[in-house]
């Protein structure tokens, strides 16, 4: 499809004219004209009506299948513009939908998508309804007063029971999650804006072949898989991208596959560090704002600044020092902030912190651990260097281990026969 893009910058703010072609790209729009103006928002059009004629006349021109707005549309503003300009006009939150639409593939990732466009069509539908009964016959998609107020009806309907196998989604990732605890894993989600190569970093620790494009959204779908940290087992989680004022309506709907975000006990942060300064500040700061939504800013917090084989070592070196900076004059508590290669496997520095970390969790503990049976003693020592440190031994009738252990695996080993002393 072809699509003129609008772009409205304010006065104080600009949009990020290349994100916004980019969005369009993922959508898979041929872009004809992108159309800009800095002003305040108009309440009627939200750009001003001059350069709404001169995009009359642009259509005329280039004869586009849509208009597409980098900003978000009010209800009223949809309808006033798509009555001017007599063509389907939407707005960058309905954009970013559609590439969800392309991106979704499980079940779970579906609902999501259906629930988040039914969101956004609520205040469409009431927007039409109240014009209708004030004489303006524009109806939502051609529809009469009728079948617009069924449709709203439906909408509703369809909400509720999304929500329910939402639910239960959600009461089932819950199981899931409790079992991996019982077997010591510890849970590391990635977080980070859309692009910056989760999923490359995801494969690269797993071992794993996740579809990793150099596209927006390449991942809707939440996966979780096994890898060893240091020796350690662990548990990776991608999640869906950050994008800047992640409306409302998207993070209520993707909610579940955020949870994945809240429920972790390490939060593994990830930038493009060969994107300018500027771009790595405003992805940096839009993220945490997601977070700081999630009230996840609490979690320990790793940062990893990806694809520093796209720059130079002293490029890197300096971006990381701005960040520091920054972190610092926002207050926000990192572990530490890491450049790395997902593309490469350059991943030790990471690994070796993601190690100190785990050890400071709750989770961990310290234990006198006695081993009575010397036959088990090498097994016992497998599984406790599998799920945490030894700090020492002590051989004799009774070995006496110390050791750092995952409490969800204490369990485990009290079905060995051994026996574990809290050691403060």
Request: charged share 30%; no cysteine; aromatic share 6%.
């Given at each position: ?50 350069k ?10 280039l ?14 503003q949809s ?13 960058k ?15 779970e ?17 009431k ?47 819950e ?57 350690k ?25 955020l949870e994945?975000?809240i ?11 060969s ?27 790793i ?44 991943l ?77």
């Amino acid at each position: 499809m072809k699509a003129i893009g609008i772009i409205r910058h304010s006065p104080n703010r600009r949009v990020n004219k290349e994100e916004f072609e980019e969005l369009l790209g993922s959508a898979g729009y041929e872009i004809l004209a992108i159309v800009e103006q800095v002003r305040a928002e108009h309440p009627k059009y939200n750009i001003g009506p001059g350069k709404l004629q001169e995009v009359k006349e642009l259509i005329k021109e280039l004869n586009p299948d849509r208009v597409i707005f980098a900003n978000p549309l009010t209800p009223s503003q949809s309808f006033n513009v798509t009555k001017e300009l007599k063509i389907d006009v939407i707005d960058k939150w309905q954009l970013v939908l559609e590439i969800f639409e392309k991106r979704a593939h499980s079940k779970e990732a579906k609902l999501q998508v259906e629930f988040a466009n039914l969101q956004y069509e609520l205040p469409l539908v009431k927007e039409a309804i109240r014009r209708i009964k004030l004489g303006d016959r524009a109806g939502f998609k051609g529809m009469g007063e009728y079948q617009t107020q069924q449709y709203l009806k439906h909408i509703r309907y369809r909400m509720g029971r999304i929500k329910k196998e939402l639910e239960k989604v959600k009461a089932d990732r819950e199981i899931k999650r409790k079992r991996r605890e019982e077997v010591g894993f510890i849970l590391i989600a990635l977080a980070g804006y859309t692009n910056a190569g989760k999923s490359t970093l995801l494969n690269t620790l797993a071992n794993e072949e996740i579809e990793a494009k150099m596209q927006m959204f390449t991942t809707l779908d939440t996966t979780t898989r096994r890898f060893m940290v240091n020796g350690k087992k662990a548990l990776i989680t991608d999640t869906v991208g950050f994008i800047d004022d992640l409306p409302p309506f998207i993070v209520e709907a993707f909610h579940s596959t955020l949870e994945e975000i809240i429920k972790a006990d390490i939060i593994l942060l990830i930038l493009d560090v060969s994107e300018p300064w500027k771009e790595i500040k405003r992805k940096f700061l839009a993220s945490i704002e997601v977070l700081k939504e999630l009230k996840t800013l609490d979690k320990p917090l790793i940062i990893a600044l990806n694809k520093k084989d796209l720059t130079s070592k002293a490029d890197a070196e300096d971006k990381k020092k701005a960040l520091e900076e920054l972190i610092t004059r926002k207050g926000i508590i990192a572990h530490s902030i890491i450049p790395i290669s997902a593309k490469e496997n350059d991943l030790g520095e990471l690994k070796n912190s993601l190690e100190e970390v785990m050890f400071t969790l709750p989770k961990y503990r310290l234990f006198e651990v006695l081993v009575r049976d010397k036959k088990k003693v090498p097994k016992v020592m497998a599984m406790i260097n599998s799920i945490g440190e030894i700090l020492d031994i002590k051989y004799g009738d009774t070995t006496k281990i110390f050791a750092y252990i995952q409490v969800g695996m204490i369990k485990s080993l009290t079905k060995m026969g051994v026996e574990l002393r809290h050691s403060s």
